[in-house]
């Protein structure tokens, strides 16, 4: 099956943004799209393996610990190809 527009948005995004720390509210902001959208996208992605959700413990300007989620794809989905997908009709 193959990736809905705002999912390959998504997926491009954190490829061509791999190693970095992205949060849900800045692939939102980076890419102008719904937050549900991001949200339906990367749980595909990390249902597929190809993208993981992961927690640090940040301090805030406050000095307060936050906690602080980040979604990053996985070195499979680095290397998956959404393009070299077969396609069943």
Known sequence: MAMTENSRKVFDFLKDNFGEKLTHQGIVAALGVTSAAVSGSVNGLVKKGY????????????????????????????????DAEVKKD
Do not use: Q
Not at 53 to 80: H, Q
């Open 51 to 82: 993208a993981i959700r992961t927690e640090e413990t940040e301090m805030d300007e406050n000095g307060k610990a936050v906690t602080v989620k980040y979604i990053s794809l996985t070195d499979e989905g680095y290397a998956f190809d959404p």
